[in-house]
């Protein structure tokens, strides 16, 4: 994979805890910020794949019945107590 050199500007708290984090951890600068630009990347489309998911909800939103099959799922998989409910 090729590699890009570039220059960025941070804030000097930032930089100062970054650095003290990268040298506890012996890591190059590179592959600090490297690994940071993967994580917001993988931030952006877990976010836009979640804008997705909602969107489609709102053309197509669960009955009642559907939400209370899945909400006595959910409680019977997690054994939850019901003490929310009457009864």
Do not use: F
Not at 9 to 33: F, G, I, M, P
Not at 63 to 77: H, Q
């Amino acid at each position: 994979m090729a590699k890009r050199k570039i220059a960025i500007s941070v804030d000097s708290d930032v930089y100062k805890s970054a650095e003290q984090l990268r040298k506890a951890t012996n890591e190059s600068r590179s592959a600090v910020y490297e690994r940071a630009m993967i994580q917001w990347l993988a931030d952006h489309e877990r976010g836009a794949l979640t804008r997705q998911y909602v969107d489609a909800y709102k053309c197509y939103p669960e009955t009642k019945a559907e939400v209370a099959a899945a909400r006595a799922v959910a409680l019977s998989i997690l054994g939850v107590e019901r003490w929310d409910e009457e009864g």
